[in-house]
C-alpha cells in the first residue's frame, strides 16, 4: 500500500488535482482511498456526483461508540474510497483535530486492513503545516508529498513552507518531499517562476495541469474531469501525472 500526501494552500486546486488524481489511479487499474484532511470537508464531492459525505469528527461528536466504516468510508465515481476528517465548529476548537480524529478512528476501525487499498491519498490543507496538518508526513502515515502550487507568490511561500516542514520530519524518516504539481494560473512565464523558486525550495516540477474551462464545467455537473471528459486533453494530463506519481513513490523521493 502506498500512502502519498497532496498539500497546498487554500484554494490552489489541491482537492481538484487530488480527486482526479484518484479517478485517473482507477483508470490505471489502481484501488484507490481519497481522505479529506481540510476543515472545509470537501475534498471528495465531485467524486460523490457532486455531494458531501457525513465527516469522522461530526459523526464522533454525536454517537461515538456505534460509529461503522459504513458510516464514515463511502465509495466514490470509479470504486474511489472516500473519507472527509471534518473541522470543529466555528470558533471552537482546533482546525487540525479532525485529522488526528478520523486518523485514530480509521486505525481503530482497522479501515486499511479491511478494504486492502493499493493507494491512499492524504488532501491536506498547507496554509499552516501545524499539529493535525502535519500528521500525514509524521509517524509514518505518507510515505511521499506532492506539493500543489502555481506562479502566484503566496502559493510559492505555502510550497516553500510545507517544503520545510517535510524536510524536518523527514530527519526522522518520515515522509519524502517528492516534487510539485503546477496547477496553472496563467502567470506570466509560469513555469520558468516556479523552477526559480524551487532553487531555492528544492525538488522538482513533477507535472504541469494547463489552465482549462473544462474543470469548471466538470465540477459544475459534480464531477472529476476523468469522469466528466475522459478523452479530453486535461484528462490525459491527469493521467500522465498518476504515471508520474506513482513512479515516483515507487522509487523514491528528491
Same mark, same amino acid.
Request: proline share 3%.
Given at each position: 500500500?502506498?500512502?502519498?500526501?497532496?498539500?497546498?494552500?487554500?484554494?490552489?486546486?489541491?482537492?481538484?488535482?487530488?480527486?482526479?488524481?484518484?479517478?485517473?489511479?482507477?483508470?490505471?487499474?489502481? &484501488?484507490?482511498?481519497?481522505?479529506?484532511?481540510?476543515?472545509?470537508?470537501?475534498?471528495?464531492?465531485?467524486?460523490?456526483?457532486?455531494?458531501?459525505? +457525513?465527516?469522522?469528527?461530526?459523526?464522533?461528536?454525536?454517537?461515538?461508540?456505534?460509529?461503522?466504516?459504513?458510516?464514515?468510508?463511502?465509495?466514490?465515481?470509479?470504486?474511489?474510497?472516500?473519507?472527509?476528517?471534518?473541522?470543529?465548529? +466555528?470558533?471552537?476548537?482546533?482546525?487540525?483535530?479532525?485529522?488526528?480524529?478520523?486518523?485514530? &478512528?480509521?486505525?481503530?476501525?482497522?479501515?486499511?486492513?479491511?478494504?486492502?487499498?493499493?493507494?491512499?491519498?492524504?488532501?491536506?490543507?498547507?496554509?499552516?503545516?501545524?499539529?493535525?496538518?502535519?500528521?500525514?508526513?509524521?509517524?509514518?502515515?505518507?510515505?511521499?508529498?506532492?506539493?500543489?502550487?502555481?506562479?502566484?507568490?503566496?502559493?510559492?511561500?505555502?510550497?516553500?513552507?510545507?517544503?520545510?516542514?517535510?524536510?524536518?520530519?523527514?530527519?526522522?524518516?518520515?515522509?519524502?518531499?517528492?516534487?510539485?504539481?503546477?496547477?496553472?494560473?496563467?502567470?506570466?512565464?509560469?513555469?520558468?517562476?516556479?523552477?526559480?523558486?524551487?532553487?531555492?525550495?528544492?525538488?522538482?516540477?513533477?507535472?504541469?495541469?494547463?489552465?482549462?474551462?473544462?474543470?469548471?464545467?466538470?465540477?459544475?455537473?459534480?464531477?472529476?474531469?476523468?469522469?466528466?471528459?475522459?478523452?479530453?486533453?486535461?484528462?490525459?494530463?491527469?493521467?500522465?501525472?498518476?504515471?508520474?506519481?506513482?513512479?515516483?513513490?515507487?522509487?523514491?523521493?528528491?
Amino acid at each position: 500500500m502506498k500512502k502519498i500526501a497532496i498539500y497546498g494552500k487554500g484554494g490552489i486546486g489541491k482537492s481538484t488535482t487530488t480527486s482526479n488524481l484518484s479517478a485517473a489511479l482507477v483508470m490505471l487499474g489502481y &484501488k484507490v482511498m481519497q481522505i479529506g484532511c481540510d476543515p472545509k470537508s470537501d475534498s471528495v464531492k465531485n467524486l460523490m456526483g457532486g455531494g458531501r459525505i +457525513p465527516t469522522v469528527l461530526d459523526l464522533m461528536r454525536g454517537d461515538n461508540d456505534n460509529i461503522t466504516l459504513d458510516n464514515i468510508v463511502f465509495e466514490g465515481y470509479g470504486g474511489v474510497l472516500c473519507v472527509e476528517a471534518g473541522g470543529p465548529t +466555528p470558533g471552537i476548537g482546533c482546525a487540525g483535530r479532525g485529522i488526528i480524529t478520523a486518523f485514530e &478512528k480509521l486505525e481503530e476501525l482497522h479501515a486499511y486492513e479491511h478494504f486492502k487499498p493499493d493507494i491512499v491519498l492524504y488532501d491536506v490543507l498547507g496554509d499552516v503545516v501545524c499539529g493535525g496538518f502535519a500528521m500525514p508526513i509524521r509517524q509514518g502515515y505518507a510515505d511521499n508529498v506532492f506539493i500543489v502550487t502555481s506562479g502566484e507568490m503566496m502559493a510559492l511561500y505555502a510550497a516553500s513552507n510545507i517544503a520545510q516542514a517535510i524536510r524536518n520530519f523527514g530527519s526522522r524518516g518520515y515522509a519524502r518531499y517528492s516534487g510539485v504539481i503546477l496547477n496553472s494560473r496563467n502567470v506570466a512565464n509560469e513555469i520558468e517562476v516556479v523552477q526559480k523558486a524551487l532553487e531555492e525550495i528544492g525538488g522538482s516540477i513533477v507535472s504541469v495541469i494547463p489552465r482549462d474551462g473544462i474543470v469548471q464545467s466538470a465540477e459544475n455537473d459534480g464531477k472529476t474531469v476523468i469522469e466528466f471528459s475522459r478523452d479530453s486533453a486535461l484528462a490525459k494530463c491527469y493521467i500522465e501525472l498518476a504515471e508520474k506519481v506513482m513512479q515516483i513513490s515507487g522509487g523514491g523521493g528528491y
